[in-house]
């Protein structure tokens, strides 16, 4: 049964969506309008898969609220991590590509919460017509190419301390303090064990920085984080910055 289901009534509108996701909120007054009654709103389940590998990129979503998404490299033994995080800053899907082509990785919801559905064929329609959705993209492709690179280093160099606490540090940025996330689900996107896991949230809890309980994590001290965090996650931040900023042109503009 699939866990990415239509929005119940009360739960946030596309007009909030198109608000609240850095991308969509960028979008020119004529860009909206050819979107209009096409993109839809969609509840992200902990656990769902937005895409797989080797399946036909059918549309691009754009997480709002808490909801997060992880690309995950899949190994033949088992063994996955992260690679990339995406929130409401970015979407995913048909971002850098042409048409409905493969995707190269998995993307799973490791924090619940809403977003926008646009079909790919509405992407590429409106790519074709609007400079700055192109431009746009393009902006965002390399932010997220950046951030990539930037989580390889990280991986091969940082303690699990430093990269759990950039993770930390990122999640609360697109989900606020209180994250639905299982220390279970922390190990896997680290690519370590949860036994390793379960060490450094006792020491970070410890030192009063947060707290755990059964499918929780909760922020308590950003600042002794950032202490504990690696340069990635600032470099990562002032990229985005750089390349997409509030009004998708880059911070210069």
Request: charged share 20%; glycine share 10%; with cysteine.
């Given at each position: 049964m699939s866990q990415v289901r239509e929005a119940v009534p009360r739960a946030p509108s596309v007009e909030a969506g198109f608000a609240e996701n850095r991308l969509l909120s960028t979008f020119p007054d004529e860009l909206r309008h050819l979107l209009d009654g096409k993109a839809r709103l969609i509840e992200l389940e902990t656990g769902a898969t937005v895409l797989r590998r080797g399946v036909n990129v059918d549309s691009s979503i754009f997480?709002?609220?808490?909801?997060?998404?992880?690309?995950?490299?899949?190994?033949?033994?088992?063994?996955?991590?992260?690679?990339?995080?995406?929130?409401?800053?970015?979407?995913?899907?048909?971002?850098?590509?042409?048409?409905?082509?493969?995707?190269?990785?998995?993307?799973?919801?490791?924090?619940?919460?809403?977003?926008?559905?646009?079909?790919?064929?509405?992407?590429?329609?409106?790519?074709?017509?609007?400079?700055?959705?192109?431009?746009?993209?393009?902006?965002?492709?390399?932010?997220?190419?950046?951030?990539?690179m930037q989580t390889v280093a990280c991986n091969s160099f940082h303690s699990i301390e430093s990269r759990a606490a950039r993770w930390l540090l990122t999640a609360q940025d697109r989900a606020g303090s209180r994250l639905a996330l299982t220390q279970e689900s922390l190990a896997r996107l680290l690519g370590v064990q949860r036994t390793t896991v379960n060490a450094v949230a006792r020491e970070l809890q410890d030192e009063g920085l947060i707290t755990t309980r059964r499918g929780i994590i909760e922020v308590h001290d950003r600042e002794g984080l950032e202490q504990r965090s690696c340069e990635c996650y600032d470099r990562v931040e002032k990229f985005f910055g750089s390349m997409v900023g509030p009004k998708g042109t880059g911070s210069s503009a």
């Open positions: 997480p709002f609220g808490p909801a997060m998404i992880s690309l995950v490299v899949e190994m033949e033994d088992g063994r996955s991590v992260e690679v990339a995080s995406i929130g409401r800053e970015g979407a995913v899907g048909g971002i850098v590509s042409c048409g409905n082509i493969p995707a190269f990785s998995r993307a799973e919801v490791m924090v619940p919460g809403p977003a926008i559905r646009i079909p790919m064929a509405v992407v590429e329609e409106a790519k074709s017509l609007s400079g700055h959705l192109r431009n746009l993209f393009c902006r965002y492709a390399d932010y997220l190419l950046a951030q990539i």
